[in-house]
């Protein structure tokens, strides 16, 4: 009886922090999506309560009057692509990583995943002049060619251990069949490895969409402007209009909520085998 006790008592504080956790992640976000269809008397009013109707009118305002679809087709594009090339790269080398003994195989690997200790801002200046002496200052091509850089320690790192889970046998019985090394890849162990693939890929794609350092650094003119660079400036200067501030803030957090909900499952799955077999 005591010993029952004791696991409901721990059981409901477990809950009890687990819903404070959930609460606290979550409610910010509800509050500016409700908050972006009330008007602005009733955000200063009664911030808590529920709008008493449904206007899209900020929404037609942010993308008609201050151009955010150039924003978010910007943002989509250039997080895109950097994902996309990255992910494809990255696979390879965790690919040969992890199936292929070679000299000093652990070293580069260290020295791969030490780029994620170092803070992003150190290397801005060496970025910054790099990228002036190509030319393609204020350019997407400039931003997608520092992103790429961005995701390579923490794709490694997943990556590497979704190839190692791997059995080498389905390799060897490949190579018995007469398959070559694209073909052992390709047809083998990518479809195996889909959900440290997709990890790789959302969590990529999700720190490039709210980048905003380099994309201030690299970037000044408004047509190649991205979506959390705008909202800086947004922010500054529409401070005192909450309706329309909520609706960008909106349209700026939905994409990566959207995106995650999706593949939170295979990120979950993979971030777990990543921290047991790594």
């Known amino acids: 009886m005591k010993e029952k006790l004791s696991k409901l008592g721990y059981n409901i504080f477990v809950y009890i922090v687990l819903a404070f956790t959930v609460i606290v992640s979550i409610f910010p976000i509800i509050w500016i999506i409700v908050s972006s269809f009330k008007t602005n008397a009733q955000i200063l ?6 709008p008493t109707g449904i206007n899209f009118m900020p929404y037609k305002k942010v993308f008609t009057q201050y151009n955010f679809l150039t924003y978010t087709f910007n943002s989509f594009i250039i997080s895109f692509t950097a994902t996309a090339i990255s992910v494809v790269l990255y696979a390879m080398a965790a690919y040969v990583i992890a199936k292929y003994d ?5 070293l580069f690997y260290i020295l791969f995943t030490m780029t994620l200790l170092v803070p992003g801002q150190t290397k801005a200046q060496p970025i910054f002049t790099i990228i002036l002496k190509l030319h393609i200052y204020d350019t997407r091509f400039a931003l997608i060619l520092v992103y790429l850089s961005m995701g390579m320690a923490m794709s490694l790192f997943i990556l590497r251990s979704t190839f190692m889970s791997i059995p080498k046998e389905f390799d060897e019985s490949a190579s018995i069949e007469g398959a070559g090394f694209l073909r052992v890849f390709l047809n083998i162990n990518l479809p195996l490895a ?8 959302v969590l990529m794609f999700l720190n490039y969409w ?3 350092f380099y994309a201030m650094l690299l970037t000044s003119s408004a047509k190649i402007r991205t979506l959390p660079l705008e909202m800086g400036f947004f922010n500054e200067a529409f401070s005192y209009n909450y309706t329309e501030m909520f609706a960008a803030l909106t349209v700026a957090v939905l994409p990566g909520i959207i995106i995650y909900s999706f ?3 295979q990120v979950q799955e993979s971030v777990v085998s990543s921290g047991i077999k790594g």
């Open 45 to 50: 009013g009664s911030p808590f309560s529920l």
């Open 102 to 106: 070679f000299k000093f195989k652990n």
């Open 194 to 201: 889909k959900s440290g693939l997709a990890t790789s890929g």
């Open 210 to 212: 709210n980048e905003y």
């Open 263 to 265: 593949a939170q499952e």
